[in-house]
């Protein structure tokens, strides 16, 4: 299976966002590793070199998930990825889940600049492809991800079995919440 | 209501926090409250409060209370946050 996204690449709202690469696993696995990203994580285990370089081979094989490397200002920022959760295509799925996190040490972290990745890729998703609904699972002490969530037009709609809380988001509520934060973030 | 009072209250409002926590050492990375959301809610009431359009690059750049007067100061000389 190839990876239908490999040479695609979104910018918008100040930010670029590209397949990740090789080259940038090691520095996507130490931010992965750092407690403040860890702690929010469901599967909180530390990631070795070579669990890393794994993960990668299997990814580059995949089209139902797509990973990328956020940068502003030719400086990498963060990830944000896209899960199908149904193991169709991205391209075509309905219902995706989407993660994001970004470099720990950096001042953009804490920034409205935070958005701007999930503007873009959410955009794409919703208008470019075929989905239909975004679905995010947080961990409910987590209330700055709850937050974040809201503002992009997420809805609380439940727990699961784990207690985590379920967000989901449609076409519309995003489309609305990204005019509101676009009125803010000018570039 | 004085400039630096509104500038206060905006942080109050937008990190859901105390007024005494808001002083000259509160910075992004030194409260939990500041986060990417309290960041947007934070320069929506400041444009709106000190009737401002603030460029991008120094809303990025805001990352703490001194920092919000500084810009403030750049877009108005004639504010005083004394």
Known sequence: MTNVHSAKMFTGFGIELTPLTLNDIEQVRQWRNHPDITKYMVDQSYINTEQQQQWFHLLSNRDDQQYLMISYKQQHIGVIYGKSLTSEPLLIAETIELGLYLDPESKYRNSILAFSPSLVFIHYLFHCCQCRKLLAHVLPHNQSAIRYNTQLGYEITGTDESGMVIMELNQANFDQAKMKLAKILRF | ?82
Do not use: G, R
């Open chain 2, 1 to 82: 209501m004085t400039a630096i009072e509104k500038l206060k209250s905006a942080f109050v409002t937008a990190l859901e926090i105390s007024e005494q926590e808001v002083n000259d050492s509160l910075s992004y990375s030194e409260h939990p409250a500041w986060d990417s959301t309290a960041h947007m809610i934070l320069i929506a009431q400041l444009e709106a409060d000190f009737d401002v359009m603030i460029d991008i690059d120094d809303i990025i750049d805001m990352s703490s209370f001194n920092q919000a007067k500084a810009t403030l100061l750049k877009y108005d000389e004639n504010l005083s946050f004394e």
